[in-house]
């Protein structure tokens, strides 16, 4: 099953990929993190090798058993353009979305390069999906705002920004192609500071440039106190999304159980194949 997610911007959240490195100051405070490593070393969890990159190919089908459309983060709790993963697997997460293609994908990356290269090559049809959404992370000019540039030059039907946590204002960006924006602060015992007027800047160039604006939260040690209110009332703006006809539940059963190998000792060509016939994802 999907795991419900509490993420204000998303439904649900799959991960067919584990853990992550950190690469930038984003990174800090990682709440995926922690929340994994609270599990190492406890037999038998999901989490057993805590934060650890890792493949869960077990995973990779999920989408296709799920009836009903859903908005679905996909690795919440990774970053599906790390080296750890493979591009045969990327591209097997990719053509699961292809599949299923009655729910929503939301995909975030800090490895804005990777990506860029491979939404020009071997993912250039999942780029092409509009109910799969490609975005990179941002919080600061180091880091953040040159990922931007990159996700301008992926070819991608869908691009969004999500400027979380924000750690310092922005200055102009360029939102050339960019459908969506969401801002928030850290949240957390270490939550780093966020301004009002650092997300304001970016809400005013969101509403010159006609891009959706969806304001998360303010963060901080106690979120909930901090709400999610700007300038007294909330913003959750979002790209529209598509309707697509949902294959029948025995249909959606034998494409499971034709894929089911791939579980143990996985390999995505017959994924690529099957997404070619275009009678299983009518």
Not at 10 to 15: R, V
Not at 77 to 85: E, G, K, N, P, T
Not at 117 to 142: M, N, P, Y
Not at 160 to 166: G, K, T
Request: aromatic share 8%; proline share 7%; net charge positive.
């Amino acid at each position: 099953m999907s795991l419900q997610s509490k993420i204000e911007w998303t439904e649900a959240t799959w991960n067919p990929v584990r853990g992550c490195l950190k690469i930038s100051p984003g990174c800090k405070h990682c709440y995926a993190e922690t929340f994994a490593e609270r599990f190492r070393n406890v037999p038998g969890h999901p989490y057993e090798d805590g934060f650890d990159p890792r493949l869960v190919p077990e995973k990779l089908l999920e989408p296709l058993l799920w009836p009903t459309p859903k908005t679905v983060f996909v690795n919440s709790m990774s970053d599906l353009f790390q080296d750890a993963v493979p591009d045969e697997y990327i591209v097997a997460v990719a053509t699961v979305m292809l599949l299923a293609n009655w729910h929503t994908y939301q995909i975030l990356t800090k490895r804005a390069d990777r990506l860029q290269q491979l939404l020009t090559s071997k993912l250039e049809h999942a780029g092409a999906a509009r109910h799969i959404w490609w975005g990179v992370s941002v919080e600061d000019k180091k880091y953040g705002v040159p990922r931007i540039a990159k996700l301008h030059k992926a070819p991608a039907s869908i691009r969004f920004l999500s400027i979380e946590p924000l750690l310092e204002a922005l200055g102009p960006i360029d939102l050339t192609g960019i459908d969506w924006v969401i801002v928030g602060g850290e949240s957390g015992p270490k939550a780093r500071n966020m301004q009002a007027a650092w997300v304001e800047s970016i809400k005013d160039q969101c509403d010159k440039q006609g891009v959706a604006f969806f304001f998360k939260q303010w963060g901080g040690v106690q979120k909930a106190k901090t709400g999610r209110l700007l300038n007294g009332r909330t913003y959750d703006d979002m790209p529209a999304q598509l309707a697509a006809t949902i294959p029948s539940r025995s249909a959606r059963q034998e494409i499971v159980r034709e894929l089911q190998p791939l579980t143990d000792g996985w390999t995505p060509a017959p994924l690529i194949q099957l997404a070619s016939r275009q009678s299983i994802v009518a």
